[in-house]
Nanobody
C-alpha cells in the first residue's frame, strides 16, 4: 500500500505565494508520475500540473507562468509552488501519484488527503 501525505495549504492574499508538498511512502517499485489536481466547490476535479517520469511536465493553461511543479526523487516528494495566486485558485488541492508496486506489476493510482488553498481578494 502507498500513502501520500500533503502539507502546505492555507490562506493567502491575492498575489501571494504558497508551496504545497506531497510525500509518498510505502511499497514502491517506481513512481511513474506525480502531480496535483484541484477541486473547487461545485466543480469537477481538474489537473493542475504533473511530472511524468521520462516525459517532463504538464501544466493546465490556467496556471502556466504562475505555478511550478518539481520533484525530489530521492524523497519521493513532489512540490507545487503557487505564485501570483488569484481568488479563482481557491480549491482543495490533491496530490496524485501513479505507482508500480512490484516489478512488472500494474500501475496503481493514489490520492492524497486534500489540502485547502484559499486566495483571498
Amino acid at each position: 500500500q502507498v500513502q501520500l501525505v500533503e502539507s502546505g495549504g492555507g490562506l493567502v492574499q491575492a498575489g501571494g505565494s504558497l508551496r504545497l508538498s506531497c510525500s509518498a511512502s510505502g511499497t514502491i517499485f517506481s513512481i511513474n508520475s506525480m502531480g496535483w489536481y484541484r477541486q473547487a466547490p461545485g466543480k469537477r476535479r481538474e489537473l493542475v500540473a504533473a511530472i511524468i517520469s521520462g516525459a517532463g511536465t504538464n501544466y493546465a493553461d490556467f496556471v502556466k507562468g504562475r505555478f511550478a511543479i518539481s520533484r525530489d526523487n530521492t524523497k519521493n516528494t513532489v512540490y507545487l509552488q503557487l505564485n501570483r495566486l488569484k481568488p479563482e485558485d481557491t480549491a482543495v488541492y490533491y496530490c496524485n501519484a501513479v505507482v508500480t508496486i512490484v516489478v512488472g506489476g500494474y500501475e496503481h493510482n493514489y490520492w492524497g488527503q486534500g489540502n485547502p488553498v484559499t486566495g483571498s481578494s
